[in-house]
């Protein structure tokens, strides 16, 4: 389980999303949905803003936790 603003990896491609790569950094705004946990994320564009300007829900087969 996440907790809201842990940074992740992105594991699998996002069905439908040309925006977003395998092994892009991401953080969790918000957690939807406990059992099983779906999250609200985004991921940065290294310019202050998002990646295809908008937030993704993924559940947790998309995500790898990133190294401190």
Same mark, same amino acid.
């Given at each position: %389980? /996440?907790? !809201? /603003?842990?940074?992740?990896? +992105? #594991?699998? $491609?996002?069905?439908? &999303? #040309?925006? @977003?790569? @395998? ?15 779906? /999250?609200? @994320? !985004?991921?940065? &564009? ?9 937030? /993704? #829900? +993924?559940? !947790? !087969?998309? %995500? $790898?936790?990133?190294?401190?």
């Amino acid at each position: %389980m /996440y907790n !809201e /603003y842990d940074c992740f990896l +992105l #594991t699998k $491609q996002i069905p439908n &999303d #040309t925006f @977003v790569e @395998v092994g892009t950094c991401g953080v969790i705004l918000m957690i939807l949905n406990d059992s099983p946990p779906v /999250y609200e @994320v !985004e991921f940065g &564009d290294g310019k202050g803003g998002n990646i295809g300007n908008k937030t /993704y #829900t +993924l559940s !947790e !087969e998309y %995500m $790898q936790k990133a190294l401190s």
